[in-house]
Protein backbone atom coordinates (compact mmCIF):
# COMPACT_ATOMS: atom_id res chain seq x y z
CA UNK A 1 0.00 0.00 0.00
CA UNK A 2 1.22 3.47 -0.88
CA UNK A 3 1.65 5.41 2.42
CA UNK A 4 0.51 9.25 2.57
CA UNK A 5 1.37 9.76 5.75
CA UNK A 6 3.84 8.27 7.99
CA UNK A 7 1.48 5.07 9.95
CA UNK A 8 0.59 5.36 13.81
CA UNK A 9 -0.32 3.11 16.12
CA UNK A 10 0.90 0.48 18.71
CA UNK A 11 3.22 -2.57 18.71
CA UNK A 12 3.45 -5.56 21.07
CA UNK A 13 7.24 -6.46 20.48
CA UNK A 14 9.12 -3.58 22.97
CA UNK A 15 7.47 -4.57 26.13
CA UNK A 16 5.67 -7.37 25.66
CA UNK A 17 7.69 -9.48 23.11
CA UNK A 18 6.48 -13.46 23.37
CA UNK A 19 4.07 -12.42 26.02
CA UNK A 20 1.09 -11.86 23.98
CA UNK A 21 -2.53 -13.25 23.90
CA UNK A 22 -5.22 -12.03 22.91
CA UNK A 23 -7.06 -10.34 25.86
CA UNK A 24 -3.54 -8.37 26.04
CA UNK A 25 -4.09 -6.85 22.46
CA UNK A 26 -8.35 -5.98 23.09
CA UNK A 27 -7.03 -4.38 26.22
CA UNK A 28 -4.60 -2.64 24.60
CA UNK A 29 -7.25 -1.62 21.15
CA UNK A 30 -9.40 -0.74 24.16
CA UNK A 31 -7.09 1.76 26.06
CA UNK A 32 -5.91 3.29 22.83
CA UNK A 33 -9.60 4.36 22.43
CA UNK A 34 -9.76 5.46 25.82
CA UNK A 35 -6.98 7.74 25.91
CA UNK A 36 -7.72 9.43 23.02
CA UNK A 37 -4.32 7.81 21.00
CA UNK A 38 -6.93 6.87 18.41
CA UNK A 39 -7.89 10.88 17.86
CA UNK A 40 -4.37 12.07 17.49
CA UNK A 41 -3.56 9.26 14.82
CA UNK A 42 -2.41 6.25 16.46
CA UNK A 43 -4.83 3.45 14.55
CA UNK A 44 -2.47 0.69 14.14
CA UNK A 45 -2.81 -2.60 16.74
CA UNK A 46 -0.05 -4.05 15.64
CA UNK A 47 1.06 -7.95 17.12
CA UNK A 48 4.52 -8.47 16.51
CA UNK A 49 6.77 -11.92 16.62
CA UNK A 50 5.67 -15.09 18.76
CA UNK A 51 2.16 -15.48 18.11
CA UNK A 52 1.99 -18.39 15.61
CA UNK A 53 2.19 -22.01 16.46
CA UNK A 54 5.04 -23.44 15.88
CA UNK A 55 3.64 -25.99 13.15
CA UNK A 56 1.53 -25.12 9.99
CA UNK A 57 -1.55 -26.78 9.50
CA UNK A 58 -2.36 -29.72 6.72
CA UNK A 59 -3.49 -27.23 4.44
CA UNK A 60 0.15 -24.93 4.98
CA UNK A 61 -1.53 -22.41 6.60
CA UNK A 62 -0.40 -20.31 9.60
CA UNK A 63 -1.75 -21.30 12.90
CA UNK A 64 -2.58 -19.11 15.84
CA UNK A 65 -1.27 -19.90 19.10
CA UNK A 66 -4.06 -21.94 20.85
CA UNK A 67 -3.22 -21.17 23.86
CA UNK A 68 -2.54 -17.36 23.25
CA UNK A 69 -4.99 -16.74 20.83
CA UNK A 70 -7.68 -19.43 21.52
CA UNK A 71 -10.42 -17.38 19.49
CA UNK A 72 -8.89 -16.90 16.73
CA UNK A 73 -7.33 -13.72 14.17
CA UNK A 74 -10.08 -13.33 12.78
CA UNK A 75 -12.19 -12.41 15.96
CA UNK A 76 -9.12 -10.27 17.14
CA UNK A 77 -9.20 -8.07 13.89
CA UNK A 78 -13.27 -7.89 14.23
CA UNK A 79 -12.81 -6.47 17.22
CA UNK A 80 -9.35 -4.45 16.54
CA UNK A 81 -11.98 -3.07 14.04
CA UNK A 82 -15.23 -2.28 16.08
CA UNK A 83 -12.85 -0.12 18.08
CA UNK A 84 -12.44 1.90 14.84
CA UNK A 85 -8.86 1.03 14.35
CA UNK A 86 -6.40 -1.23 12.23
CA UNK A 87 -5.24 -4.61 12.64
CA UNK A 88 -1.55 -5.20 12.58
CA UNK A 89 0.51 -8.82 12.28
CA UNK A 90 4.35 -10.23 11.56
CA UNK A 91 5.82 -12.28 9.73
CA UNK A 92 9.36 -12.84 8.30
CA UNK A 93 10.82 -13.32 4.68
CA UNK A 94 12.95 -16.18 5.62
CA UNK A 95 12.34 -19.90 6.78
CA UNK A 96 11.48 -18.82 10.70
CA UNK A 97 11.01 -15.53 12.37
CA UNK A 98 13.11 -14.14 14.40
CA UNK A 99 11.95 -15.81 17.31
CA UNK A 100 11.74 -18.98 15.41
CA UNK A 101 8.22 -19.60 14.59
CA UNK A 102 7.29 -20.65 10.71
CA UNK A 103 7.78 -17.48 8.32
CA UNK A 104 6.73 -16.88 5.14
CA UNK A 105 9.49 -18.25 3.02
CA UNK A 106 7.97 -20.04 -0.24
CA UNK A 107 4.63 -19.39 1.61
CA UNK A 108 4.42 -16.06 0.56
CA UNK A 109 1.23 -16.51 -1.36
CA UNK A 110 -0.60 -18.75 0.88
CA UNK A 111 -0.03 -16.02 4.18
CA UNK A 112 -1.04 -12.98 1.71
CA UNK A 113 -4.21 -14.79 1.59
CA UNK A 114 -4.78 -15.92 4.77
CA UNK A 115 -4.05 -12.51 6.73
CA UNK A 116 -6.45 -11.04 4.51
CA UNK A 117 -9.13 -13.47 5.34
CA UNK A 118 -8.05 -12.50 8.72
CA UNK A 119 -9.05 -8.84 8.14
CA UNK A 120 -5.05 -7.94 8.57
CA UNK A 121 -4.54 -4.32 7.30
CA UNK A 122 -0.74 -4.01 8.14
CA UNK A 123 2.08 -7.10 8.08
CA UNK A 124 5.70 -6.00 9.41
CA UNK A 125 7.30 -8.54 7.06
CA UNK A 126 11.05 -9.76 9.19
CA UNK A 127 14.73 -10.58 7.96
CA UNK A 128 15.35 -13.40 10.39
CA UNK A 129 16.44 -17.03 8.46
CA UNK A 130 16.51 -16.16 5.02
CA UNK A 131 17.92 -18.80 3.00
CA UNK A 132 21.52 -17.86 1.94
CA UNK A 133 21.03 -18.59 -2.04
CA UNK A 134 18.29 -15.16 -2.18
CA UNK A 135 18.11 -12.16 -2.46
CA UNK A 136 16.29 -10.44 0.07
CA UNK A 137 14.91 -7.96 -2.63
CA UNK A 138 13.36 -10.67 -4.19
CA UNK A 139 11.56 -11.86 -1.12
CA UNK A 140 10.09 -8.73 -0.25
CA UNK A 141 8.89 -8.35 -3.60
CA UNK A 142 7.64 -11.68 -3.57
CA UNK A 143 5.23 -10.59 -0.76
CA UNK A 144 4.67 -7.48 -2.11
CA UNK A 145 3.23 -8.88 -5.35
CA UNK A 146 1.31 -11.43 -2.92
CA UNK A 147 -0.37 -8.74 -0.66
CA UNK A 148 -1.04 -6.50 -4.05
CA UNK A 149 -3.01 -9.17 -5.16
CA UNK A 150 -4.55 -10.81 -1.86
CA UNK A 151 -8.14 -8.82 -2.29
CA UNK A 152 -7.39 -6.36 0.77
CA UNK A 153 -5.14 -3.56 1.59
CA UNK A 154 -2.36 -4.63 3.58
CA UNK A 155 0.45 -2.34 4.07
CA UNK A 156 3.79 -4.21 3.69
CA UNK A 157 5.86 -2.76 6.46
CA UNK A 158 9.48 -3.75 5.62
CA UNK A 159 12.04 -5.00 8.55
CA UNK A 160 15.04 -5.89 6.78
CA UNK A 161 17.16 -3.39 8.89
CA UNK A 162 18.50 -1.83 6.23
CA UNK A 163 20.51 -4.97 4.64
CA UNK A 164 21.58 -5.66 1.38
CA UNK A 165 21.45 -1.79 0.69
CA UNK A 166 17.05 -1.99 1.69
CA UNK A 167 17.00 1.89 0.42
CA UNK A 168 18.19 1.16 -2.83
CA UNK A 169 14.88 -1.43 -3.75
CA UNK A 170 12.68 -1.53 -1.14
CA UNK A 171 10.16 1.04 -3.04
CA UNK A 172 10.34 -1.68 -5.95
CA UNK A 173 8.31 -4.05 -3.56
CA UNK A 174 5.40 -2.08 -2.84
CA UNK A 175 6.58 -1.59 0.93
CA UNK A 176 4.94 1.18 2.48
CA UNK A 177 7.70 1.73 5.16
CA UNK A 178 10.73 0.08 5.59
CA UNK A 179 13.30 -0.02 8.57
CA UNK A 180 16.79 1.52 7.92
CA UNK A 181 17.74 0.50 11.30
CA UNK A 182 19.03 -2.59 13.68
CA UNK A 183 16.70 -2.76 16.70
CA UNK A 184 15.88 -0.15 19.25
CA UNK A 185 16.69 -0.36 22.66
CA UNK A 186 15.25 1.55 25.80
CA UNK A 187 18.34 3.71 26.61
CA UNK A 188 20.20 6.76 24.95
CA UNK A 189 22.95 4.75 23.28
CA UNK A 190 20.63 3.27 20.90
CA UNK A 191 18.05 6.37 20.51
CA UNK A 192 21.15 8.55 19.65
CA UNK A 193 22.72 5.52 17.51
CA UNK A 194 20.16 5.62 15.69
CA UNK A 195 19.56 9.58 15.25
CA UNK A 196 22.89 9.18 13.80
CA UNK A 197 22.62 6.60 11.52
CA UNK A 198 20.18 8.38 10.24
CA UNK A 199 22.47 11.46 9.15
CA UNK A 200 26.00 9.43 8.66
CA UNK A 201 27.12 6.81 10.12
CA UNK A 202 30.78 7.26 10.45
CA UNK A 203 30.26 10.61 12.78
CA UNK A 204 32.01 12.95 10.64
CA UNK A 205 30.21 15.04 8.39
CA UNK A 206 31.01 13.68 4.61
CA UNK A 207 28.63 15.12 3.19
CA UNK A 208 26.51 12.33 3.57
CA UNK A 209 23.07 12.40 3.84
CA UNK A 210 22.51 9.02 5.76
CA UNK A 211 19.04 7.31 4.96
CA UNK A 212 17.22 10.83 4.60
CA UNK A 213 16.95 10.93 1.31
CA UNK A 214 15.35 7.48 1.27
CA UNK A 215 12.06 8.25 3.26
CA UNK A 216 9.22 10.20 2.50
CA UNK A 217 5.48 9.82 0.63
CA UNK A 218 4.81 6.43 -0.43
CA UNK A 219 7.53 4.73 1.69
CA UNK A 220 8.46 6.01 4.80
CA UNK A 221 12.07 5.30 6.36
CA UNK A 222 11.11 3.50 9.68
CA UNK A 223 13.47 3.93 12.58
CA UNK A 224 11.59 1.35 14.53
CA UNK A 225 8.74 1.20 17.52
CA UNK A 226 9.03 3.93 20.35
CA UNK A 227 10.27 3.08 23.58
CA UNK A 228 8.91 6.65 25.20
CA UNK A 229 7.34 5.64 28.48
CA UNK A 230 9.10 2.65 28.93
CA UNK A 231 11.26 3.74 31.51
CA UNK A 232 13.15 0.25 31.45
CA UNK A 233 9.90 -1.73 31.93
CA UNK A 234 9.70 -4.60 29.30
CA UNK A 235 11.41 -6.80 26.80
CA UNK A 236 13.67 -4.03 25.09
CA UNK A 237 13.81 -2.03 28.50
CA UNK A 238 17.80 -1.84 28.64
CA UNK A 239 18.14 1.05 30.92
CA UNK A 240 15.46 3.18 30.47
CA UNK A 241 15.65 7.04 29.60
CA UNK A 242 14.80 10.23 31.19
CA UNK A 243 11.99 12.19 30.35
CA UNK A 244 14.29 14.55 28.23
CA UNK A 245 15.78 12.07 26.71
CA UNK A 246 12.17 10.58 25.66
CA UNK A 247 11.08 14.09 24.28
CA UNK A 248 14.60 14.08 22.35
CA UNK A 249 13.98 10.63 21.07
CA UNK A 250 10.22 11.77 19.93
CA UNK A 251 11.39 14.98 18.11
CA UNK A 252 14.03 12.87 16.00
CA UNK A 253 11.35 11.15 14.83
CA UNK A 254 9.18 13.71 14.18
CA UNK A 255 11.24 15.62 11.98
CA UNK A 256 12.82 12.68 9.96
CA UNK A 257 9.38 11.50 9.27
CA UNK A 258 9.66 7.78 10.95
CA UNK A 259 6.30 6.13 11.33
CA UNK A 260 5.51 6.50 15.01
CA UNK A 261 4.45 3.02 16.65
CA UNK A 262 3.87 3.37 20.26
CA UNK A 263 6.46 0.70 22.32
CA UNK A 264 5.20 1.19 25.39
CA UNK A 265 2.84 -0.60 27.98
CA UNK A 266 0.12 1.94 27.24
CA UNK A 267 -2.06 0.95 30.26
CA UNK A 268 0.50 2.40 32.64
CA UNK A 269 1.61 4.82 30.64
CA UNK A 270 2.71 8.14 33.22
CA UNK A 271 1.64 11.63 32.03
CA UNK A 272 4.74 13.26 30.56
CA UNK A 273 4.74 10.16 28.20
CA UNK A 274 0.93 10.71 27.24
CA UNK A 275 1.87 14.28 26.21
CA UNK A 276 5.21 13.81 24.18
CA UNK A 277 3.28 11.27 22.47
CA UNK A 278 0.15 13.30 21.79
CA UNK A 279 2.02 16.79 21.16
CA UNK A 280 -0.66 17.88 18.17
CA UNK A 281 2.00 20.58 16.97
CA UNK A 282 4.93 17.82 16.95
CA UNK A 283 2.51 15.12 15.68
CA UNK A 284 1.82 17.88 13.14
CA UNK A 285 5.56 18.36 11.84
CA UNK A 286 5.92 14.06 11.53
CA UNK A 287 2.31 13.76 9.38
CA UNK A 288 2.92 17.33 7.33
CA UNK A 289 1.40 16.94 3.74
CA UNK A 290 4.50 17.79 1.99
CA UNK A 291 6.55 14.44 3.21
CA UNK A 292 9.82 16.35 2.35
CA UNK A 293 12.86 15.14 2.61
CA UNK A 294 15.02 16.69 5.99
CA UNK A 295 18.16 17.74 5.71
CA UNK A 296 21.47 18.80 7.78
CA UNK A 297 21.27 22.32 8.77
CA UNK A 298 24.63 23.18 10.60
CA UNK A 299 27.17 21.74 8.43
CA UNK A 300 26.45 18.11 10.01
CA UNK A 301 28.13 18.55 12.65
CA UNK A 302 29.13 21.18 15.43
CA UNK A 303 32.85 20.58 15.48
CA UNK A 304 33.59 23.05 18.36
CA UNK A 305 31.88 20.09 20.73
CA UNK A 306 33.01 17.27 21.68
CA UNK A 307 29.92 15.00 20.22
CA UNK A 308 28.54 15.49 16.69
CA UNK A 309 24.60 16.97 17.12
CA UNK A 310 22.90 17.88 13.49
CA UNK A 311 20.47 20.38 13.49
CA UNK A 312 17.61 18.90 10.88
CA UNK A 313 15.53 21.08 9.15
CA UNK A 314 12.31 20.36 6.76
CA UNK A 315 9.84 22.21 4.52
CA UNK A 316 6.55 22.09 5.96
CA UNK A 317 3.22 21.67 3.52
CA UNK A 318 2.38 25.49 4.78
CA UNK A 319 6.20 26.85 3.82
CA UNK A 320 6.66 26.98 6.94
CA UNK A 321 10.38 25.50 8.14
CA UNK A 322 10.54 22.88 10.95
CA UNK A 323 14.07 23.00 12.97
CA UNK A 324 15.26 20.44 15.20
CA UNK A 325 18.48 21.42 17.15
CA UNK A 326 19.61 17.69 18.91
CA UNK A 327 22.33 17.80 21.94
CA UNK A 328 23.61 14.46 21.24
CA UNK A 329 26.65 15.35 23.61
CA UNK A 330 26.92 14.69 27.46
CA UNK A 331 27.49 18.44 28.18
CA UNK A 332 25.17 21.43 28.23
CA UNK A 333 26.03 23.24 25.31
CA UNK A 334 24.97 25.53 22.96
CA UNK A 335 23.72 25.30 19.26
CA UNK A 336 22.93 27.59 16.35
CA UNK A 337 21.77 27.53 12.41
CA UNK A 338 21.87 30.49 10.20
CA UNK A 339 19.08 31.13 7.71
CA UNK A 340 21.63 30.68 4.67
CA UNK A 341 21.48 26.93 5.77
CA UNK A 342 17.47 26.57 5.42
CA UNK A 343 17.09 28.74 2.50
CA UNK A 344 16.71 32.41 4.03
CA UNK A 345 19.87 34.08 3.19
CA UNK A 346 19.74 37.58 4.49
CA UNK A 347 18.94 38.94 0.96
CA UNK A 348 15.26 37.47 1.19
CA UNK A 349 14.45 40.16 3.32
CA UNK A 350 12.18 37.81 5.01
CA UNK A 351 10.86 38.00 8.62
CA UNK A 352 11.54 35.03 10.35
CA UNK A 353 8.75 34.14 13.61
CA UNK A 354 9.46 31.00 15.78
CA UNK A 355 7.55 28.97 17.47
CA UNK A 356 9.24 26.43 20.13
CA UNK A 357 6.72 23.41 19.59
CA UNK A 358 7.82 22.13 22.90
CA UNK A 359 6.97 25.18 25.30
CA UNK A 360 4.62 27.36 23.15
CA UNK A 361 7.09 30.41 23.68
CA UNK A 362 7.25 32.58 20.28
CA UNK A 363 9.83 35.05 18.94
CA UNK A 364 11.38 36.27 15.81
CA UNK A 365 14.39 35.26 14.74
CA UNK A 366 16.65 38.47 14.30
CA UNK A 367 19.83 38.68 11.75
CA UNK A 368 19.25 35.67 10.49
CA UNK A 369 21.17 33.57 13.16
CA UNK A 370 20.02 31.55 15.60
CA UNK A 371 21.90 30.19 18.81
CA UNK A 372 20.84 28.67 21.90
CA UNK A 373 21.82 26.74 24.81
CA UNK A 374 20.62 23.04 25.59
CA UNK A 375 21.03 21.08 28.05
CA UNK A 376 23.30 17.38 27.64
CA UNK A 377 20.65 14.92 25.72
CA UNK A 378 17.67 17.39 25.17
CA UNK A 379 16.34 18.89 21.90
CA UNK A 380 14.45 22.04 20.73
CA UNK A 381 12.10 21.64 17.94
CA UNK A 382 11.04 25.13 16.54
CA UNK A 383 8.53 25.70 13.60
CA UNK A 384 9.54 28.71 11.73
CA UNK A 385 6.98 30.60 9.84
CA UNK A 386 8.27 32.94 6.77
CA UNK A 387 6.65 36.61 6.47
CA UNK A 388 8.31 37.35 3.08
CA UNK A 389 9.29 41.69 2.66
C1 LIG B 1 13.53 -8.19 14.93
C2 LIG B 1 12.80 -6.92 14.61
C3 LIG B 1 12.09 -6.47 15.86
C4 LIG B 1 11.10 -7.54 16.30
C5 LIG B 1 11.84 -8.88 16.45
C6 LIG B 1 10.85 -10.02 16.68
O1 LIG B 1 14.21 -8.63 13.82
O2 LIG B 1 13.71 -5.95 14.17
O3 LIG B 1 11.42 -5.24 15.63
O4 LIG B 1 10.09 -7.65 15.33
O5 LIG B 1 12.61 -9.19 15.34
O6 LIG B 1 11.51 -11.24 16.83
Given amino acids: MFTLRP ?11 EKIDENLVREMADVIVEKGLDKV ?11 AEKTRDENGRLVPDKKKFPSGMKALSDYVHSKGLKFGMYSCAGVLTCGQYPASYDYEYVDAKTFAEWGVDF ?9 ESVDGKALYRRMGVALANCGRDILLSACSWGAEKTHEWVRSTGAGMWRSTGDIFDNWNSIKGI ?12 NNEG ?6 IGCFNDMDMLVVGMHGAGHVGL ?29 KMDDEAYKILTNPEVLAINQDARGAQPYVANNGWVKEHDDCSPAIARLLENGDIAVALFNLGDKDNFFDFRGDQIGLPPVSKARLMARDVWTGEEF ?26
Fill in 364 to 389: EIHNYAYITDIPAHDCKLLRIKVIPQ
Fill in 7 to 17: PMGWNSWNTFA
Fill in 123 to 131: LKYDFCYKP
Fill in 195 to 206: ILQQVDRTCEYK
Fill in 239 to 267: GGCTDEEYRTHFTAWAIFGSPLMIGCDIR
Fill in 211 to 216: SMPFGG
Fill in 41 to 51: GYNYVVIDDCW
